[in-house]
């Protein structure tokens, strides 16, 4: 027993002098441990690659969305019916049939031309399947007719009418360009290699569809950490993962999703190395079009642009509180969901919701036609009253992510939709508003979307309130940046210290809006403010104030502010010759050239916008005021002309028209375009004052008159309009009525001589018709 208990107490001294020594080597003798190809990018090495190690996350990843978001087309992976089958809409038969096991479309092709087309790869898997066709030049086109995949029937994108074969939207155009409009998220490590020369694409991918790679980034050097032996592996930052998501704030995540959640505009390939969404991409504002003017959903804008306006992203909420980001499903169903932040006893409740819960008796609402639109107990999940969503796509609902309180009462005033309505579509705004009140009381705040509904109709009154939002930094950031591209079209030196404040936000969105919109003027403190922003940590917001600089001088800039604008400039050029296959950005080429004085390549880039989307109008626009910059009046007035029959609600293009026309000296067309200018914008003040010049040329002396007092009701102020009211009435014999405007000019500007003037040869006048 001696010598067992020796040995055992010789073991346990070798253990516990080991386990010291070992340290010692560790930290001071041994060679620290490498990767094979140390020093080497990491590269992308496919989500099977991740399976042996992360089998629970590939299993809930596998057939979800993302793994089905695109394939090739196979028996597998196509849904839809391919057994000669016809499908007939707005008079085109189209025929679905298969060839030596492959997948064909007879229907109308490039100029309407019906044709037969290979169908190559599927895109989506529910509630719609689309298909990619093959063109010429690297192109993948989808398909306007997807099979819906809960009915099992064809359908088309437009049932009312589809877009003419020279439409933009038409489907073998650059509207319905996968490697352009769809790509980039859809399938991993994509690089869509568009050639702005050939105008060809050379997309490639490393995997087809949306893979661990494409929220991780690159992973071979992972996999080469991972299959070194346990004690073999290096203490290395983030187990050499390109992205790291343990820990991540919400912030970092919710932006992790942003490049392909948001509608946006993407100045390069997705490198998975930006600490700021904004060095990947532009998000779109809550601009017309896009969004109600409350910011609710409207066009096709996905998640992140409503989520940022939402109280849960205020709070630090993150995509993954709510769904799962392996399998995309939502972690939990129903108001379950919610229940997680909120009070069960307090919230889901019919005193908090006042609906019948499901299983409970009641009436389902109906269409006029007796269809089914909401079934009893709707009206009690969480979502439909605080997510109320649209149809995209013809049959893919989805949900508002702002999560905003019903507020039927807005939408008197904006024009907005709302939940009541939204199910009770028999019933009016009025007795949606009255049920509010009588459930919760009368406290509806103030919301900024009735300031954006004036804002874009222009309405004088707004200008105060939008200076107000944009300055509010307790609202949310793109609010904020919306109130300064609206307070864009509002002219005046009043609204210089917001956009000079918003250049200083801590937000990026704010600074890239107010560096976008900022009136440049060829001054120090201008110049001062956005050449600090040549150096911000963030491209969005460079290269904004990059292109703003392109308009000043360029000997205002000293040698290393030169030489930083130059570098900067060309980031701003690159991300714009990345989204060349784009009409808006061929077009905001053609300014930045127009800027530099390259009249040239500006002409250049605005034929090119036009090409890519003959209906782009700002390219048609900016392309008449370049003609007109190079004295070709008659090409300025044809493009002017064009924009103005196609769309006579933009009355800043009636006014520029009219003023081309006078130019000419046309005055009375010009006149007929200024009166329609002056109808649709009648708080512009310049307008009144130009019509009323035109007016007195063609001898329309009670019209002339009116359209003075109406620029100076608007600007009292103005020296031009004093001038010309005083001269006008001088013209015509009326001393009196020239003399009250002469002397509010000499009151106002007492330093001009020629107020001075115009009373001295009123008072000259006046003593001569008494010596008479």
């Known amino acids: ?94 025929r679905f049939y298969r060839k030596a096991g492959r997948f064909f479309v007879h229907t109308q092709g490039p100029g309407g031309v019906m044709g037969d087309f290979e169908i190559t790869h599927t895109f989506g898997v529910d509630p719609l399947q689309q298909y990619l066709v093959p063109f010429p030049g690297g192109r993948l086109q989808c398909l306007p007719i997807a099979w819906d995949v809960r009915a099992k029937r064809w359908y088309h994108f437009y049932p009312e009418a589809p877009p003419a074969p020279d439409d933009w939207l038409y489907w073998t155009n650059a509207g319905q360009n ?67 998501t343990a820990g991540m704030s919400a912030r970092q995540q919710i932006e992790l999703c942003a490049p392909c959640h948001s509608r946006r505009s993407s100045m390069g390939d997705n490198t998975h190395d930006f600490n700021n969404f904004l060095d990947y991409a532009i998000p779109q504002l809550l601009t017309e079009g896009m969004y109600f003017a409350d910011g609710q959903i409207l066009e096709e804008v996905y998640v992140y642009g409503s989520f940022m306006q939402s109280k849960m992203y205020n709070r630090d909420i993150r995509c993954s509180d709510c769904h799962d980001v392996h399998s995309t499903r939502r972690i939990k169903e129903g108001n379950a969901l919610c229940l997680q932040c909120h009070r069960a006893e307090v919230y889901d409740t019919a005193t908090h919701h006042f609906h019948k819960k499901p299983g409970e008796k009641g009436k389902p609402i109906k269409a006029a036609d007796g269809a089914v639109l909401f079934e009893v107990g709707s009206g009690a999940a969480c979502e439909q009253c605080h997510m109320p969503g649209r149809v995209y796509m013809g049959i893919d609902y989805r949900p508002d992510h702002s999560f905003r309180v019903p507020r039927p009462d807005l939408s008197k005033a904006d024009g907005a939709p709302n939940a009541c309505n939204r199910c009770h579509q028999d019933k009016t705004l009025q007795w949606s508003s009255d049920y509010i009140t009588q459930w919760y009381g009368k406290k509806a705040k103030p919301h900024y979307g009735t300031v954006f509904e004036a804002g874009r109709a222009h309405d004088p009154e707004a200008r105060i309130a939008l200076t107000r939002l944009a300055q509010d930094r307790l609202l949310p950031a793109i609010v904020r ?110 300014n930045l050239y127009r800027r530099l004085g390259q009249l040239k390549d500006a002409e250049h880039h605005y034929r090119k916008a036009i090409r890519i989307d003959s209906q782009f109008y700002p390219a048609k626009v900016n392309l008449a005021m370049l003609y007109n910059q190079m004295g070709q009046n008659r090409a300025a007035e044809a493009l002017l002309r064009e924009v103005t029959d196609a769309h006579p609600e933009l009355f800043e293009l009636q006014y520029s028209l009219g003023l081309l026309l006078a130019e000419e ?67 015509r014999g009326r001393m009196e009525e020239a003399r009250k405007y002469a002397e509010q000019l000499v009151a106002r500007f007492p330093t001009w001589p020629t107020g001075h003037q115009l009373l001295t040869i009123i008072d000259r006048n006046a003593r001569m018709k008494e010596a008479n």
């Open 481 to 590: 940046a919306t109130a300064l591209s609206l307070l864009a079209d509002y002219p005046g030196p009043e609204r210089l210290p917001t956009f000079e404040q918003g250049l200083r936000d801590e937000d990026a969105l704010v600074r890239m809006t107010a560096a976008r919109y900022m009136p440049v003027e060829d001054n120090e403190h201008h110049r001062r403010l956005l050449v600090s922003l040549l150096y911000d940590d963030v491209k969005a917001v460079r290269i904004e104030a990059a292109q703003a600089l392109a308009a000043i001088p360029a000997d205002r800039l000293t040698g290393p502010e030169r030489r930083q604008f130059d570098q900067v400039l060309e980031e701003y050029r690159q991300a714009m010759l990345y989204s060349a296959d784009f009409a808006a950005s061929q077009h905001n080429l053609g």
């Open 178 to 244: 996968w490697n352009g409009m769809c790509a980039e998220c859809h399938s991993t490590n994509l690089k869509k290699n568009f050639d702005p020369e050939t105008e060809t694409f050379a997309t490639t991918w490393s995997d087809i569809d949306v893979g661990c790679e494409a929220c991780h980034g690159p992973g071979s050097r992972h996999v080469a950490w991972a299959q070194l032996p346990d004690m073999a592996r290096p203490d290395t930052p983030n187990f050499e993962l390109a992205v790291k």
């Open 1 to 94: 027993m001696r010598s067992w208990k020796m040995t055992g107490i010789l073991a346990t001294l070798v253990i516990v002098l080991a386990l010291p020594l070992y340290v010692i080597w560790e930290r001071w003798g041994a060679p620290a441990a490498t990767l094979p190809g140390e020093g080497a990018r990491s590269t992308f090495v496919g989500s099977a690659s991740c399976r042996d190690c992360h089998k629970p996350q590939y299993d809930r990843w596998k057939d979800s969305h993302h793994d089905r978001a695109m394939d090739v087309a196979s028996d597998a992976t196509v849904l839809g019916d391919f057994n000669d089958i016809e499908f007939e809409h707005a008079g085109v038969i189209s």
């Open 665 to 731: 000296k046309n005055y009375t067309e010009a006149a007929e375009y200024l009166k329609k200018a002056v109808a649709g914008l009648p708080e512009r003040a310049r307008i009144h004052y130009n019509l009323a010049l035109l007016q007195t040329y063609l001898v329309q002396d009670a019209e002339a008159e009116t359209s003075l007092l109406n620029a100076l009701a608007i600007e009292p102020g103005n020296r031009d309009y004093l001038f010309a009211t005083a001269d006008f009435y001088m013209q």
